[in-house]
């Protein structure tokens, strides 16, 4: 085959009247699914930092300020500053464009499938990216990721037109080309990847007769682009990187990655390998040579391991969202096996409908998407505390310790109760302590969000100790403390000091106490001690210290103590506590904790009380990312 026909004589015939049928009811249920009750979806920790960064009334500060210290791209949050600034901060409003753009990448996807190989493949590729809970997620949250994939798809309808379109080039075409490959590359810098990436590949495929149209599309992308040149330098050099706030990637992140886009479902993970595998079955499968398929499956590799490599040798950066712009097209070519005729109506019908109803039910019951997205910790610790404000009044006050305190103070300042406070990341524990010394209630409302510092719950815990009420959403809880027992209250502390005792003026060590990790429970995530003690002069030096020693060698695996910053406990009853996080460098297996008050002060105290407070492992704490079981 000579060059210039390369890939053009796979275009598709004619489509009938069913597909079309079928593909509107797919991008049906895709809507239902990522509009239901949209302006009830509450706003999660990424879309308010965007939020808070677009509150500025002057272009200069929002570049400066909003969107050089992200690490995107300027693209959404520009927009964001445009759109926030005629709806305001509503839910619907703000979230509104994002779906929709998630509700038109269904039809792209069919669309590009269509293009590379025929109608079934865009069908069944469309339907399973209507149900995945990995787009309906993203399509529900106003950042950047289904922006990044909505115009990586349409930049591949242009692409494809280009290089493979019978007819020649139009202007609108490459018009099309350049606006949706810059959008793509303003939208998130793995969508700049994806397209660069595209652009690139199709240099493999271009005939003689459309270079010009090609590159001239390409520098005009590149132009559209480059007021962005200056903020991809600031992040990318000058700041010295784009993440840096994620875990290491685990070895096992495809696989897993692969699940969570299949709702962790064996029914849906099943039924989508049957059916991949089905023109084989059938013996219908799709015979041709298609390159395309090695440039798609291309572009996830790289796309993977740009990610994975920059990850450990940089900063982590490789999140499934890392993912979003590449992989639709690996999803197509998993179902390229399939020609127009390899199925009947019927059996095509069929076909879509297991596909839906597989995603569709396993999304709901399954994941419980629409349980843990439209109740999250911002929102529903606001209402929380509503309900306890109404059932004990005087008795109970509220703390909150949050990452972002306006985050917290949106949706509490939508509730009537008076008697509460918010910890950002910026506020030291010590606030916290002395905030509760100098309010002394009965109870205490407490609530914390984006993983807090177990620290926070356990000195919530010390000086609070009896669990009424609990609940867990997605990185967020909610608890009610009591400082006596009370109908149904649970003690939290395990006491480790059977009498008080004391230090004397000029003592800095004195009792230590052992946990043997082996006779916790396996399902243990952190582990927290806290003293309670009375003194009578001003501490400013005193600590709680955690150690990890290995029980056979007795060798110390890690040491901790309180901070020191901004500790200063005034005279009366206060709590000082540490706590530690398990994990596969800190292991529970074959290890003890020893625990101890460091007197650094010297002056006199007395500990009345010293125990051991642990969580476990929620699975809903992760549950929109990771397996509820």
Known sequence: MERKHHLRKIRNKTSNKLDYILLGIIIAVAAVLRLWKLGQVPFMHDEFSALIRTDFDNLHDLVTKGIIADTHPAGVQFFLFLWAKIFGWSEFWIKLPFALMGIASIYLVFKVGKQWFNNKVGLLAAAFFAVSQFTVFYSQLARPYIAGMFFVLLFAVFWNKILFDVK??????????????????????????QAGLM?????????????????????????????????????????????????????????????????????FIFATGIIIILPIILQRRQKRSYPIRWAAAAWFIIAFGMAYIYSLLREPILQQSTMIFSYPFLVIIAFSLFKNNTMTKLQTIAVVAVILFAGTSTLITTRGHYEFMYHQGFDQIAAKMQDDSKQYGEKIHFATRSEIGTASEFYQAQTD???????????????????MHDNPKEMLGFGWTDYSPPIWE????????????????????YLTLSKQPCENSVNLLTDLNEAAFGYVEGQEWNMNFVIPCDSLDTDIEALGVVANIHHADTLARCTMVIELHETTTD????????DLEGCVLLPGDNVIADAIVFSEALPMQGTYIKAYLWNQD?????????????TKRSPVLTGLYEPLN
């Open 168 to 193: 020649k080039p139009s202007l609108g075409t490459c018009i099309g080309f350049a606006v949706a490959a810059a959008l793509a590359a303003l939208a998130h810098s793995f969508s700049t990847a």
């Open 199 to 267: 652009f690139l590949t199709g240099l493999f495929f271009l005939p003689k007769e459309r270079r010009k149209a090609y590159w001239l599309s390409g520098v005009g992308a590149l132009a559209l682009y480059s007021p962005n040149f200056p903020i991809f330098y600031h992040q990318l050099i000058e700041e010295g990187g784009i993440g840096g706030w994620l875990a290491m990637p685990k070895s096992t992140f495809l696989i897993d990655f692969v699940q969570y886009t299949m709702n962790y479902s064996p029914l």
């Open 417 to 435: 109760v008076k008697d509460r406070i918010i910890f950002d990341r910026y506020e030291h524990l010590n606030n916290f302590t002395k905030w």
């Open 458 to 477: 356990t000195t919530a815990v010390g000086k609070y100790p009896y669990l009424v009420y609990t609940k867990d959403w997605f990185t967020s809880r």
């Open 555 to 562: 060798s110390l695996l890690f040491w901790h103590s309180s």
């Open 602 to 614: 010297k002056k006199p105290l007395t500990v009345n009380k010293i125990g051991y407070h642990t």
